[in-house]
């Protein structure tokens, strides 16, 4: 396929008629806020069968991306960042909420947030906003 704006938004635009809110561009993730709950999208069902699945096997979807950078954090040891970007009202922590938790709702800036997670080597983690 031609990628260009106009594809890539018309992909955007059937996707989103059928509650597919999540669309991949190789592996960058672009999400439409549907301003109304969609069942099970962030259902614990949902996280488990993304859980060791390579980008791109299942549907897009946040969860994908969050275990392809846990992952890639484990197997290369290296630092891994996800840059959430969008304008106001777009649903940047609705959808970093379900990743992180909810203490990063108690974070609000017209200027963006920054979350740092570090974890040890027994999978524990601590959260800084």
């Known amino acids: 396929m031609y990628l260009n704006e106009a594809t890539l938004l018309n992909n955007v635009r ?4 059928k ?5 991949y561009v ?6 439409v806020n549907p301003y109304y709950d969609i069942p099970k999208l962030y259902s614990v069902d949902t996280i488990k069968q993304y859980l060791g699945r390579s980008l791109g096997t299942l549907p897009p979807h ?5 275990d392809k950078a846990y992952r890639d954090m484990k197997v290369l040891k290296m630092s891994q960042s996800i840059i959430v970007s969008g304008e106001s009202g777009a649903g ?4 970093t909420k379900f990743d992180i938790d909810e203490r990063i709702e108690l974070v609000h800036s017209r200027f963006g947030k920054f979350v740092e997670i570090h974890f040890n080597e027994k999978v524990t983690c601590s959260i800084s906003l």
């Open 26 to 31: 190789a592996n960058i993730l672009i999400a």
């Open 14 to 17: 059937v996707r989103y008629s």
């Open 62 to 66: 946040v969860y994908a991306i969050a």
């Open 19 to 23: 509650d597919k809110i999540y669309t």
């Open 92 to 95: 940047k922590t609705e959808n």
